[in-house]
Each structure stands twice: as C-alpha cells, then as structure tokens.
C-alpha cells in the first residue's frame, strides 16, 4: 500500500500482528437490546470467515461496528492493524463493504455509479473511467453500463454493488448477507468470485443465515445468537464438537412427526431437531447399539421409516444444538451485572 | 446466462492512487448532482411548476382586486415568489438525503476513506443550481408579464445572491429532518407544515395592514417578511444594510444553530 511505506514503526507493527481482523469484547446496544454483546474475533489475512446466524442475531451490527459504521458502547478492535476508534480513516483506507441493499444510486448508470466511487478513491478523469469500465466488463455489465440503475435486476445490482467495493482492491472485504436474494446460478458465481478474491490475498468477512453457505465457502465460522458468540471453528470442527453419532431418520408419515420426536427424545435422552422440510428427524445418539433400539422403538410404535443413518451431524443439526444451548444457559445471563 | 466471473485483470490487486483533497472529494459529488439534473429533468418540472401557477394565478386572479391592477401587483408579488420558491425548493436535498440513507448509499459514502462532509457539499451544489434555474425561469415569466426589476442587472445578481443565502438557510431545516426521517414523504410533509404558515403569514402575497391586529405582529416579525422586504427592494429602488442584515438574520442562525446539529446527526454511528 502507499500509505507512508517509508515509516518503518507501523509495518513492523503490522509483520507482528498479521490478523486482519482483532476485536475484544465489542458491545453494541439499541436502547434496551443488547445487538452485540461482548464479542472476540480474530480473523487472520486472506481467510474467509463466515459469521453464521439468525435474523437478529447481531451479524449486521458486528459487521457495521468492524466497517466503522457504528461505533462500539465497548471493546476495542482493529482492522488491517488499524484500531478501529484511533483511527478510523485509515480502516476505511484498507477495507470496503458491501452491505445488504443495493447501495448504489440508482438513478445514475452502472458505469457513471462506479466512476463516482473511482473519483473518491482518488482515480481521476480517464483513469476513473478506465477502471469502471474494467470492472463492468469483469462482472458482465458492460452492456448495461449506459443504463441507469433503477432499470437492473436483483442480480444485476449485486454484481455491480461487489464490484463498488473492489475499485481499489481492499484487505477486508466485508459482504453482508452476500447472496441473500439471489438464484442459485447467480449465488454459484458469488461464491466463485468470492473464493478467487480469498485466492488473491483479500480476506473477506461475510455474514449469512444459510448453513450451507459457510460450510461451503469459509474457512472458519463463528457461530452468533443474540448478540454472542456461541461457537467458533472451521465446519469440521463444528460438527465433531458437537458429537458424532448422529442419527437422521426420515419418516414415511408427516403427521406422526411428533410422536416419532417423543420416542427418540425418551429412549436417546437428547433432544431431537426436526428438519426445515420433510419428515427428517436428527438426534444424538451415541452408539450405534443406542441407535438401532430407537429405530427398533419407533417400528415398534407402526411408524413406517423410509431411511436412516448414522453419521456425522449437518451444520443445521450442528446450528440447532449450538443455538438450542444458548438458550438453556439464558438465566445465567441474565444474573450478569 | 453466465455467472459472475471476474477476468484476471479485475484480481490483480489495484492499489489506491494518491489521496485526493477535501476539495477534490467535494467537487465529486458535485458532478453526482449535476449527474441527477441530466438523468432526472422531471424534477425540473416539479420545480418551476408551482411557482408559475402561482405566478399567474394571484397575478391574474387576486392581482387587480390586491393591488388595483395587475401590473402593480405583479411589481408587488414577484419578488416575494421567488423567496416563497426558493424556500419551498430546499425541501429536495432534504429528500434527496432521505433516499440516499434508506438505501444505505451513505453507508457506503462513510465507509470510504474520505472527507466526512464531502456528501454534504454535493446538496448544496444541486440546491445552488436548482435555485438558480427556477429564480431564472420565474424572473423571465415576470418580464414577460410586465414585472421591471427598477435596478437593473446589478440589483438582480444582488437579489440571486440573496436568494441563494436564504436557500442555503432554509436547506438546513429540510437535511437535518432528512437526517431523522427515513421517509422522502414524510420529509416533505412535515417540511411543509411548517413553512406554509411561515410563506402566508408573510408579506409576499400582501400588504399586511388589513390584517387583524395579531396577525400584523407576527408577519411584522417573520423571517420571511423581511426576506421579501429585501428582495423587492434589491430588485427595485435599492436596499438598505439594515434590510439586508435582517433578511440574512435567519439564514444565518439557522446556519449556526443546525449546521452543528446536521454534523451530529451525520456522524452519530
């Protein structure tokens, strides 16, 4: 970077400390909501990390607090060996965000939208064409370059919304619910472009609610709910945590869902996750002696099973057991000063 | 249809050039609101509509009845429609602000290593053309119709300079309620309800003498009366300082006192 390469204190002091991201304890509250409460990161260059959890879970405040777009009630962070309160221009210096809606102006065009961006950065004139232009046709916009925003599609707006945030390559990236909205065939390609800006040394922090999302595209998770940080590691990691020997069980009979969750829950002794869609059952099992006096019970009870297996637990079944134990541990929480 | 595939070229990291000035960053978005001007020419419409209605309407309609004739009154009235436009006009950066933030575009300015209230600069340069451009188009219907600024050019460029501080004024009032108000609509509705009582109970339209006596006291007093004041003298046989002091008096406290609130609000994460 040309930020003042000739001082030799900050590079050292950016060779020891090679996270993109640290933050301890960040806090954010909304008048009686705690939206972030107390939260460590530590994200090191070039790695994607993915922040998994529910709507309202904090992600996007955390995100916004890391961006500088909201400033912390407490902890300390830093970003690119920037801290985040001391030195905010130099943060926004070293990253770029793409936040969940469109932040573009729609009544310009595409090319005249990132030519406004090029010009803040510091490119001028032609230059500033040159690189919109470049960025239009790298993310297929080109034909609607001369077109004004208001007219683009979903997936057109957030090809070019990323683009916004690549007109100088930033060290942090952060997306906010990147492909939220989008088909698959448009979110197949942010994630390709997603890894391949990892590839080229940007490190990228995104947001998402899809469990499949972060199992297929980070490098580590940390898993939030109400404002905490209930998890971290990369998805393997995640899913050993929480005990092997998981038992999935798909019924033949929707309506008997429940009766099936009341056998397994008293004969496996754990609480058991339904699935989003489909009469799909998870639960802990322990062993596979545990396991097949389950099925046993549930045939014993005329509920016909269609399929069963014994494995490693999803992300969802990992998601539901993290969140689910949270939630056990609230009074605790509540008693805190 | 293909997905996103960005070339080669696109991942070669691109560092940032030298950084650019406060003033460059402001002269950015300056170009944004030119930008809007040429992509949006309807708003143009909504600009210099009203006021011509109301041009010709009390002109035609009341002016004879007001002032005797129509020509008189039309000496009368222009100069006091083209405060009432200039300040109704400040309502769009208001608005304009409103949208930009429901949409998180500002998100996006802040997040950019660059002068905080470069953004702000950009407002004032589309609130300076669009008073320029209804002042313009007013002023000629008046000439059209009869209306003879007395002091000729001198005493117009005078009486634009004073428009354009009254609007400048004015627009705090519309960006600080675009700064709490997420809804364009709703900027312009509450902006509205406070300046209609503040444009009427003035002396734009007339001469306050047949008014009931508390009525009289309060159109002695307001801001806007003497801004009319000023511009029909600045326009026609010449104004004094005391005038002009008491014309900018408002603009110039609404500038101190909202000027740091607008910079709160803007920066308060």
Known sequence: MNDQPQFREPLARAEAAPLAISARGLAKQFGDVRAVDGIDLDVPRGMIFAILGPNGAGKTTLMRMLATLAAPDAGTASVMGHDLLREPHAVRAAIAMTGQFASLDEDLTGRENLMLLARLWGFRGREARARADALLAAFELSDAAGKQVKDYSGGMRRRLDIAASLVVTPGVLFLDEPTTGLDPTARQGVWRMIRQLAGSGVTILLTTQYLEEADQLADRIAVIDHGRKIAEGTSRELKAATGSGFLHVALADAGRMAEATAILEQRLGHQVQPSAEGAELSVIAGTAQAANEAIAALLAADIEVTDFSLGQPSLDAVFFALTDRATESEPAKGKRP | ?269
Request: aromatic share 12%.
């Open chain 2, 1 to 269: 249809m293909s997905a996103i595939d960005p070339a080669a070229a696109v991942l070669q990291r691109v560092e940032r050039p030298r950084e650019p000035s406060s003033f460059s960053n402001a002269l950015v978005f300056a170009w944004r609101a030119v930008l809007k001007f040429r992509h949006v020419p309807e708003q143009l419409f909504d600009l210099v509509m009203t006021p011509i209605m109301f041009t010709l309407l009390f002109t035609f309609v009341f002016g004879g009845a007001l002032a005797g004739s129509t020509g008189d009154y039309l000496q009368y009235f222009l100069p006091g429609i083209l405060v009432q436009t200039v300040i109704f006009n400040s309502v769009y950066s208001g608005m304009g602000l409103s949208t930009d933030l429901g949409k998180g575009l500002f998100d996006r300015f802040r997040s950019l290593p660059i002068w905080s209230l470069a953004p702000f600069a950009g407002l004032m340069v589309g609130d300076i053309l669009r008073h320029l451009i209804a002042g313009t188009i007013i002023l000629t219907i008046g000439l059209i119709l009869g209306y003879r600024p007395n002091a000729g050019l001198l005493g117009v460029l005078g009486g634009f300079a004073l428009l354009i501080a009254i609007g400048f004024g004015a627009g705090w009032i519309f960006i600080v309620l675009g700064l709490l108000i997420r809804t364009p609509m709703t900027v312009m509705t509450i902006g509205f309800t406070v300046m209609f009582p503040l444009i009427f109970a003035s002396n734009i339209m007339v001469e306050p003498e047949t008014m009931p006596g508390w009525l009289r006291a309060f159109v002695e007093v307001n801001p806007v009366s003497h801004m009319a004041t000023a511009m029909r003298a600045i326009l026609g046989e010449g104004t004094t300082l005391t005038q002009i002091a008491l014309a900018l008096a408002a603009p110039v406290v609404l500038t101190l006192v909202l000027a740091p609130v607008t910079l709160w609000l803007y920066m308060r994460r």
